[in-house]
């Protein structure tokens, strides 16, 4: 409530009729948000319950990175990082395919179980 804007990610867009039916799984009052987009994969590495899992290889991989950086202080690791997954991509969806690819997602996809949130 104290930006001016904002602009809310999803996993998937539900229908409103489900809001409604369990209105208690709402944390985010509509009135506090200008746009919505769906975006799949959206907390890559993290996890989304009942999507997928969270990538820990990655997280480790970047954590040692930030850990070096932490000690050495050298911005060698994470400038690299930095140009290769953000700065080297053009899109989300780019840098989900950079980094772990369609058969690492589909991977963390079963390692979550698929336990529904809610019924639709």
């Known amino acids: 409530m104290a930006s001016a804007y904002t602009i809310m990610t999803t996993e998937r867009v539900i229908p409103t009729e489900t809001i409604r039916r369990y209105p208690n799984l709402t944390e985010i009052p509509y009135v506090a948000v200008?746009?919505?987009?769906?975006?799949?994969?959206g907390s890559y590495?993290?996890?989304?319950?009942?999507y997928y899992w969270f990538d820990m290889d990655h997280i480790r991989m970047y954590r040692g990175i930030c850990d070096e950086f932490g000690k050495t202080r050298n911005k060698?690791?994470?400038?690299?990082?930095?140009?290769?997954?953000?700065?080297?991509?053009d899109?989300?969806?780019?840098?989900?395919?950079r980094t772990a690819g369609y058969k690492r997602l589909r991977q963390l996809k079963?390692?979550?179980g698929g336990q529904p949130i809610y019924t639709l």
Do not use: N, S, W
């Open 34 to 41: 200008d746009a919505v987009v769906e975006q799949p994969f």
């Open 76 to 89: 060698d690791g994470l400038r690299k990082y930095f140009d290769e997954f953000i700065f080297g991509v």
């Open 91 to 97: 899109t989300f969806d780019d840098f989900l395919e």
């Open 45 to 50: 590495p993290g996890a989304c319950y009942g």
């Open 110 to 112: 079963e390692m979550d």
